[in-house]
């Protein structure tokens, strides 16, 4: 079956400029997490769902980070204001029995 | 708080040698592990997990990783490597309960050489 998509694959923005990156789950997954991977570090925990409620997010950096997850499916990661400290790999996982967790491929963030 | 380190940042090994990639982790709580892979230009993919039972966990493409609690460890290992398996690997960590953010090490490459 599909595995987790995530659009676009890369988005190239302007400092100060607003940016969504969209993240599809596997079809009947209830958890979704968003994470973060600079260069050269591992993935960072930003926030997880579980249905349409956020269920747990402590990772997100500060108040130009937001998510949403409205139908309890796809999930909709908002930054305002971008930053060049926000260029990065933004991964979505999904997970059905909260134990293993399945990565999209990523939206490469670049902030010029 | 829990976190993972990785200490190696990359090790180069011939084809068909054995491989140790050396995780330890730190936690106030009891532990779920795991090991995931990830190819160049592709996205993270569970090797193996640690939940619970053997402390021995066999994954995929011929990789195991032992959990030692007394040495807070998790290092995975393969006795014979491929060109294949030339990727970044991460070790993470996570609540031993279901649907916890998992925190992740900073990632170990593993350069096989020919």
């Known amino acids: 079956g599909a595995g987790v998509s995530q659009t676009p694959s890369n988005k190239v923005t302007e400092k100060g400029k607003y940016v969504e990156l969209r993240c599809d789950p596997i079809s009947g997954h209830t958890a979704l997490y968003w994470y973060r991977q600079s260069l050269g570090q591992g993935p960072e925990f930003l926030i997880y769902?579980?249905?349409?409620?956020?269920?747990?997010d402590s990772g997100l950096p500060n108040d130009r980070f937001f998510a949403v997850r409205p139908e309890g499916s796809v999930s909709t990661l908002k930054i305002q204001r971008t930053e060049r400290g926000d260029s990065a790999v933004y991964l979505c996982a999904s997970s059905r029995d909260g134990y293993e967790q399945y990565f999209g491929p990523g939206t490469r963030l670049t902030v010029t | 708080a829990q976190s993972v380190t990785q200490l190696d940042s990359q090790v180069p090994v011939f084809e068909e040698a054995p491989v140790e990639l050396r995780c330890n982790y730190s936690?106030?709580?009891?532990?779920?592990l795991f090991w995931y892979v990830q190819y160049p230009n592709q996205g993270l993919q569970l090797l193996l997990k640690y939940l619970s039972g053997s402390t021995l966990v066999k994954g995929i493409n011929g990789f195991e990783a032992e959990f030692n609690k007394s040495q807070t460890s998790f290092h995975l290992r393969k006795p014979s490597v491929h060109i294949s398996d030339t990727a970044e690997y991460f070790c993470?960590?996570?609540?031993?309960?279901?649907?916890?953010?998992?925190?992740f090490g900073t990632g170990t490459k593993l350069q096989v050489i020919p």
């Open positions: 936690s106030s709580v009891s532990v779920y």
């Open positions: 769902f579980q249905g349409t409620g956020a269920a747990d």
């Open positions: 993470a960590v996570s609540d031993d309960k279901g649907y916890q953010k998992v925190t």
